[in-house]
């Protein structure tokens, strides 16, 4: 398990699905919701699972909620209840705060009470929050298939005037960038000895397993520096 831990308020299709994600990326997850019987099918999936009321002050506290890197507010069409549930967590103290809008105008309600980041389910898959979340670079993410994946990551600073090839891509990670995103417009199937600029977006295709590889490895760069 990495050392991230995420606090998932709202089980449904969505919150499952992104829960799930981030236990296969390796991540620890808390699965909060009000149902005993959704709590109880996920509670072998997931780190911890909590039956419990997240517009209850006193419950989050005693879960030490905000210990946690970033809480989810993942719950359905209950806007009251979603937006009370921001707000503790922001009152609180967490570091992050992500949640689900069901409208345009309940985005905009949460946008207003701070939280970090408004997602749309709509037009934001689960799978893919999940990669974006613990990925500050991933810009994109498209699953091809079961075990291969397309993504668009921001060049980090880390990487800037290094070559494809310094990346030893292929032979490191198994993986290719086919096309890099620059300023001045779009390189398609760049060559190897192509440079990197910082902020550049690099698009890249290869196993699931591969780009992960290659991901964590952005971290290490930028720890290097």
Known sequence: MKNQQFAIIGLGRFGSSLALELMDLGYEV????RDEEVVGNMSNF??????????DED??????????DCGIVAIGEDMQVSILAAILLKELGMK??????VS??????????GVDRVIFPERDMGIRVAHQLVTPNLLDYIELSKDYSIVELTVPAALDGKTISDLELRSRF????????KLNGCIVAPTSMDRLTSNDIMVIIGTNESIHEFESSLDEYEEGQ
């Open 59 to 68: 419950v989050l506290r005693s879960l030490g909620i905000r210990n946690f």
């Open 174 to 181: 198994g993986c290719s960038i086919v096309a890099l995103q």
């Open 96 to 101: 992050q705060v992500v949640a689900k809008a």
């Open 46 to 55: 997931l780190t911890h699972t909590v039956v419990a009321d997240a517009t």
């Open 30 to 33: 808390l699965g909060i919701d």
């Open 104 to 113: 345009v105008l309940h985005g905009r309600a949460l946008e207003k009470l």
